[in-house]
């Protein structure tokens, strides 16, 4: 039996958890400002093996491309994250992969009707958001006590999670 950890890259990304009995733990990035917090980071993911010790451990995190309209900050900050992620795997010996978007995406989607937005290109967020409910119509996709709108890193690490699991890799 093995640990699922799906982590959406970015400042408003999110990491999910899927322990080896179906339990789903989540939490948001760990940022300070408007940087990654690296400790915060390595914390989470000792909090993690800590509370998974007794079994194998998997992270799944997206493959960065260019992203159209994008500032060159930006992708240095994704970048340097992706580095960190992968890195805190290592030195954690964590086994990991490294998926686009596309690839994990396709497999989630199946039997979701191909949502557009106002420029009719297709929506991945609000697909994404349509096969988690589905999927797990009881899981809270917020984070705090008043947020309402669901946590668009939180959709994405718990899919990320499940394609991983289901693919058993």
Same mark, same amino acid.
């Given at each position: 039996?093995? %640990?699922?950890? *799906?982590? /959406?890259?970015?400042?408003?990304? +999110?990491?999910?958890?899927?322990?080896?009995? *179906? $339990?789903?733990?989540? @939490?948001?990035? &760990?940022?300070?400002? /408007?940087?990654?917090?690296?400790? *915060?980071?390595?914390?989470? !993911?000792?909090?993690?093996?800590? #509370?998974?010790?007794?079994?194998?451990?998997? +992270?799944?995190?997206?493959?960065?491309?260019?992203?159209?309209?994008? @500032?060159? %900050?930006?992708?240095?900050? !994704?970048?340097?994250?992706?580095?960190?992620?992968? !890195?805190?795997?290592?030195?954690?010996?964590?086994?990991?992969?490294?998926? &686009?978007?596309?690839?994990?995406?396709?497999?989630?989607?199946?039997?979701? /009707?191909?949502? %557009?937005? @106002?420029? *009719?290109?297709?929506? %991945?967020? +609000?697909?994404?958001?349509?096969?988690?409910?589905?999927?797990?119509?009881?899981?809270?996709?917020?984070?705090?006590?008043?947020?309402?709108?669901?946590?668009?890193?939180?959709?994405?690490? $718990?899919? !990320?999670?499940?394609?991983?699991?289901? #693919? #058993?890799?």
């Amino acid at each position: 039996m093995k %640990t699922y950890i *799906g982590i /959406d890259i970015g400042l408003k990304g +999110a990491v999910a958890v899927i322990s080896p009995d *179906g $339990v789903i733990t989540t @939490s948001p990035m &760990p940022v300070i400002k /408007d940087q990654l917090d690296m400790r *915060g980071l390595q914390d989470l !993911m000792d909090l993690t093996i800590i #509370n998974q010790s007794s079994t194998e451990m998997f +992270a799944v995190f997206e493959k960065l491309g260019v992203i159209f309209g994008s @500032s060159k %900050t930006t992708a240095f900050s !994704m970048g340097s994250q992706l580095g960190a992620i992968e !890195m805190l795997c290592v030195s954690q010996m964590v086994s990991y992969a490294k998926v &686009p978007a596309k690839q994990w995406q396709k497999d989630m989607f199946m039997g979701i /009707d191909e949502i %557009t937005n @106002s420029k *009719g290109k297709r929506d %991945t967020k +609000a697909m994404a958001l349509v096969a988690v409910k589905r999927l797990f119509p009881h899981l809270k996709l917020t984070f705090g006590e008043r947020a309402t709108k669901p946590h668009d890193g939180l959709v994405d690490a $718990v899919l !990320m999670a499940e394609w991983a699991r289901r #693919n #058993n890799l």
